[in-house]
């Protein structure tokens, strides 16, 4: 595991590297450069801890946690480790397993760690109930945030409420969890065929309000947060016409066959996590959480199309 941590490292340094070459829209590498430098000063603390817990004892076992990656990416190693590794840090120092994440960009990568069975935890939001192999694992907790679709409209749009959503062009970035929030709330109410989805992947979240404004479009779906700030950006130009119901952010998931002691000693040390800069927090998972989950993910279906 040490070489794995080194390799890790490493790999992380070459990242650096690569990013501070690359190239942004404006001043790219001295953007990037401030972005970089900020980012690996945060996640100094969390090494320094990963590096103690390595050198500080034996480690009866070791755990891999699978996590489909959100809004970051792989090759964003400093913001995931930023995310993710105080939690590893967390789970190792109270189970005595040796802790460490996996992350997954795809459904297609996180479905075969799965299928393989390396991951003995999983980490994901709702797309995960599109991985057949997930049956093969028990929901144990869930992260206290939540998500909720929003709908966006000009403050003079005639659109009230959602129903009258009927007939308009709606801009929503593919992929994106209030994206596919809004596809199974209207298609709950058998609207998602009568709306035109207009993809604002390549305008992101700035194009798509710019396409507002210019009547390009008649609405788009951000996330409440994305939604709140848009409108109070605005200075009351925009407005929100309509909210989904909420769905947990992430949901943790334990490998079943894992040993009932192991398993609890895992679920105990979830619970007690909070992480201040990131807002991580859990909580025992209902029944109602999965029935939604489940259903917001055979809507992703009909977002994709």
Known sequence: MKKVIGSVIVALTSSLALAQGA??????????????????????????????????????????????????????????????????N???????KLVSFVP????????????????????ADTRIYSIDSLKDYTPVAKTTSSLQGTWLVKERSPIKEIEELKGTRIGMIRGKAETDLSMFYLAERKLDTQVTRIEGIELGVEGMITALERDSLDAVVLSLEQAREKVKSSGGKLRIVGVTDSVPTAMVFIKNGVPDAEKQSLVTALLSFSEKSNGAQFEPIQDKDLELAKRVSAAQGSAKK
């Open 23 to 88: 190239k942004k829209a404006e001043e790219p590498q001295k953007a990037l450069a401030q972005e970089v430098k900020a980012v690996s000063s945060e996640t100094k603390n969390e090494y320094a801890e990963r590096a103690s817990l390595l050198s500080g004892g034996s480690f009866t076992k070791e755990i891999a946690m699978g996590v489909l990656l959100g809004g970051e990416t792989s090759d964003d190693l400093f913001l995931v480790s930023k995310r993710y590794m105080p939690l590893t």
């Open 104 to 123: 997954s960009k795809s459904l297609n990568t996180m479905s075969a760690g799965m299928d393989k069975k390396i991951f003995e935890v999983v980490y």
């Open 90 to 96: 967390y789970l190792t120092s109270k189970t005595g």
